[in-house]
């Protein structure tokens, strides 16, 4: 029994140093077009600066419904196996109201002539 409450103990314990935070995850229904913020990968795939602006807004008319911008911008450096990107999120649902900044760094493989792998910091 001494070791049953040990144990017990120990699991309320160390359940009871954690935190939980519930969370709403900001939507994306046109990933075509919001790629850098679903994928930092993305960035610098292209062979040009491409800058993007989206809202969404979703259960209109209805009180504290989501709303969601983003502002993405990414380019290649002159090195063209690095990318860099910056994105900001401004997602608003309820009470609740989530500003971010991302800053994308982005390493491209040329694995064939018609193909690319891209890892992220």
């Given at each position: ?49 491409s800058d993007t ?69």
């Amino acid at each position: 029994m001494k070791t049953l409450k040990k144990i017990t103990t120990g699991l309320i314990l160390a359940l009871s140093s954690f935190g939980l935070h519930a969370q709403q995850d900001p939507m994306y229904t046109h990933y075509m077009y919001n790629t850098l913020m679903v994928n930092p990968g993305y960035a610098g795939s292209r062979d040009a600066l491409s800058d993007t602006a989206l809202h969404r807004s979703q259960w209109i008319d209805f009180n504290g419904a989501p709303i969601t911008q983003t502002v993405t911008a990414h380019a290649p450096l002159r090195n063209e196996h690095i990318g860099v990107g910056l994105s900001m999120m401004n997602d608003k649902i309820g009470p609740t109201n989530n500003t971010s900044v991302f800053a994308d760094f982005a390493y491209i493989l040329n694995v064939t002539k018609k193909s690319k792998l891209a890892f992220w910091v």
